[in-house]
């Protein structure tokens, strides 16, 4: 204090038998600690000083406070981002209802994920008798041979900032057989956030970087998916 090493407890007196004053190296310690301290300068030409008592924030608390606010995601503000982006949505489906297989019975729907809101588009993927596999097989050929062909149409219908965090491309995915009771259905879900999108629709990553950027759902349970194993060994 004052530039002299001062040894300072928080509440009550100094327990027994401590110093009255610091070590030598305690001494270094706490000049360094002043030397490496956070400085806030005042603007230049402004010879102001902070009032007593007013309080400096730390680089963290000026990071939290600048973090925006947590999404809204009620009904209410998805039932307003549906009414705002209806016209975009009825293009979007105009335009790629065929190339997408989208179901007519659940139309393009804003809906909440992990604090998120996602623009959800409802889709079948047909599969070959010849797909067959594991679960994890259909759900990279879905991606590959399907729902990577969707992202840039898709992406030419949001460039900028949206209010909303990215497209879930959900798909049933169906695998042909001789006979009704040998069909494979699996329900997969892909989560893709805006800036992974972009990223792939820039041709700056791949698809296996996109998948690893977003979040997978097969039946409702989240997987890793591996797209060049789970082709060629179906696991």
């Not at 301290?37 to 007013?54: C, H, L, M």
Request: hydrophobic share 40%.
């Amino acid at each position: 204090m004052n530039a002299e090493p001062v040894t300072l407890w928080l509440s009550g007196e100094a327990p027994p038998g401590a110093p009255e004053h610091q070590p030598a190296a305690q001494d270094n310690a706490a000049r360094t600690g002043l030397v490496n301290a956070e400085v806030v300068q005042p603007n230049k030409g402004d010879d102001s000083t902070p009032a007593a008592g007013s309080s400096m924030k730390s680089p963290k608390n000026r990071d939290a406070m600048s973090q925006p606010p947590p999404r809204d995601i009620s009904p209410a503000a998805l039932a307003t981002l549906q009414a705002v982006n209806s016209h975009t949505i009825d293009a979007l489906v105009e335009e790629l209802n065929t190339q997408a297989h989208l179901v007519s019975y659940a139309p393009p729907s804003f809906v909440p994920f992990r604090q998120e809101i996602y623009l959800q588009l409802s889709m079948n993927t047909e599969l070959t008798e010849s797909a067959s596999g594991s679960r994890y097989k259909l759900a990279a050929l879905a991606f590959d041979d399907h729902i990577n062909q969707l992202v840039r149409p898709v992406m030419k219908y949001f460039h900028g900032e949206q209010p909303f965090d990215g497209i879930e491309f959900s798909t049933t995915v169906h695998v042909a057989a001789k006979s009704a009771a040998n069909a494979k259905s699996e329900a997969v879900e892909f989560f893709f956030p805006f800036s992974a999108l972009r990223c792939y629709e820039r041709y700056d990553c791949t698809g296996q970087q996109l998948i690893d950027a977003g979040v997978v759902l097969i039946n409702g349970e989240r997987v890793s998916l591996d797209l060049q194993v789970a082709e060629t060994t179906g696991h």
